[in-house]
């Protein structure tokens, strides 16, 4: 915690407010580094595969030991480079990434556009759900102030 934030929590007498206070200043920094890299939102990130039922989550910790790891590189690629060409297997968490990789674009990128593209516009449909329930599933303080309008 910065100095100056002990000097006003100082000031504080009620408990609760100290708290919230703690609490603020703790959700700014989470924000910021969300906003610096994706990995940060994208660790948040909790919500159920509408195609399976199962539960979902990232796990882009460098030192990990999920085996999912080598999606955070992949992620830093998609960051530094500004055309990327994938050619994968099915069922490697590519298309959450991407998804999420958009999503982040979307919500700390203001002017952003994300374009769905696939086979037909029901697989489309699919995309932009796995957006939507990556979106859902964080606090609203993560959304960044954005506000979806259908």
Not at 24 to 46: G, N
Not at 55 to 61: A, I, K, N, Q, T
Not at 129 to 143: C, K
């Amino acid at each position: 915690m910065t100095s100056a934030l002990l000097e006003e929590l100082g000031k504080l007498e009620d408990p609760l407010l100290i708290h919230a206070a703690i609490a603020d200043a703790e959700r700014s920094k989470v924000r910021a580094a969300c906003a610096r890299h994706p990995a940060h939102l994208l660790a948040r990130v909790a919500c159920v595969d509408t195609q399976s039922g199962e539960d979902f989550r990232f796990h882009l910790d460098p030192d990990g030991v999920t085996g999912w790891e080598w999606q955070r590189d992949l992620l830093d690629w998609w960051i530094e480079s500004d055309k990327t060409v994938v050619l994968k297997a099915r069922q490697l968490g590519i298309t959450w990434l991407a998804a999420g990789y958009a999503l982040w674009h979307l919500l700390y990128r203001p002017g952003t556009r994300v374009l769905a593209v696939s086979i037909n516009e029901t697989e489309a449909a699919k995309l932009v759900r796995r957006v939507w329930v990556q979106y859902q599933s964080l606090p609203t303080w993560l959304r960044n102030g954005v506000t979806v309008v259908k």
